[in-house]
C-alpha cells in the first residue's frame, strides 16, 4: 500500500509562481513513475506532468515551459508552477505507479487558485 501526502497549493496572482510538492509512504522504496494531473471545475482530470524512469518527462501542452517536474529522492515529486494563469486553476492530485505492473495510486488532491 502506498500512501500519497500533497502539499504547496493555494492563491496566487496571475504571472506568480506556486511549488507543489507529494511525498509517497508504504511499502515502497523505488518509483517507476511519478507525476501531477488536474481537474478543473466541470472538466475532466488531465495529465499535467509525468517523469517515468528510463524516459523522457512528459508534459501537457498547457504547461510546456511554465511548469516543471523533479523528484527529489525515491519517494518524492515536485512541481515548480511559474508564470501562473488563470486556466490553471483546478485540483492537483499527485500520481504514483510502484512498477509497470501495479495499480496507480492518487494523493487527496490540493486546491491551486491563479486569480488576481
Known amino acids: 500500500q502506498v500512501q500519497l501526502v500533497e502539499s504547496g497549493g493555494g492563491l496566487v496572482q496571475p504571472g506568480g509562481s506556486l511549488r507543489l510538492s507529494c511525498v509517497a509512504s508504504?511499502?515502497?522504496?523505488?518509483?517507476?513513475?511519478m507525476g501531477w494531473y488536474r481537474q478543473a471545475p466541470g472538466k475532466q482530470r488531465e495529465l499535467v506532468a509525468v517523469?517515468?524512469?528510463?524516459?523522457?518527462t512528459n508534459y501537457a501542452d498547457s504547461v510546456k515551459g511554465r511548469f516543471t517536474i523533479s523528484r527529489d529522492n525515491a519517494k518524492t515529486v515536485n512541481l515548480q508552477m511559474n508564470n501562473m494563469k488563470p486556466e490553471d486553476t483546478a485540483v492537483y492530485y499527485c500520481?504514483?505507479?510502484?512498477?509497470?505492473?501495479?495499480?496507480?495510486?492518487w494523493g487527496k488532491g490540493t486546491l491551486v487558485t491563479v486569480s488576481a
Open positions: 500520481n504514483v505507479r510502484p512498477n509497470y505492473y501495479e495499480m496507480d495510486y
Open positions: 508504504g511499502s515502497i522504496s523505488t518509483i517507476w513513475r
Open positions: 517523469s517515468t524512469s528510463g524516459a523522457p
